[in-house]
């Protein structure tokens, strides 16, 4: 259908002029390549300059918005500051009440197992037999929630 060998020869024929040496042609193409460098270095500036007095035009939005910045930096750590301390002594309470149940949970553990041993054998049996039956008890009652 499509001839391309015979199409790819004679555009290659027809590009490279015949009786230029090779090495005219490297040397062509690191100076294009030099040109194609400066223009992208022009280009490059024209970019700069164009977006340096955008820039500038710009300024007294950006100086309004850098202090509005502030502004709002300012707020927040004086609040911060203001609210600080109020918060440690929060956390002092909370560290205080935390130790006193600590002491209570430790007085009952105490009051507990010294009424455990003063009542000997049976109380201990008693304790067993009690938990084994409320350990019956959740078993049963969560085989019993689980079968509906």
């Known amino acids: 259908m499509f001839n391309n060998g015979n199409h790819n020869q004679k555009i290659l024929s027809n590009n490279v002029a015949e009786g230029i040496p090779v090495e005219n042609m490297t040397e062509n193409s690191s100076l294009s ?3 194609a460098a400066k223009d992208l270095r022009a280009v490059a500036f024209y970019v700069l300059k164009v977006t340096s007095e955008w820039v500038e035009q710009q300024k007294p939005r950006f100086t309004t918005f850098v202090a509005v910045l502030q502004m709002g930096h300012d707020y927040v750590r004086l609040k911060v500051e203001h609210v600080c301390p109020i918060i440690f002594t929060w956390i002092l309470y909370f ?18 197992l010294d009424s ?5 054998t049976t109380s201990f049996f008693t304790v067993i037999w009690c938990s084994i039956l409320s350990v019956i008890a959740m078993t049963e009652s969560q085989n019993f929630l689980y079968s509906w």
């Open 116 to 120: 455990l041993l003063r009542l000997g």
């Open 95 to 112: 560290g205080k009440l935390i130790l006193l149940l600590s002491m209570v949970w430790l007085e009952c553990c105490i009051r507990g």
């Open 33 to 35: 390549a030099a040109v």
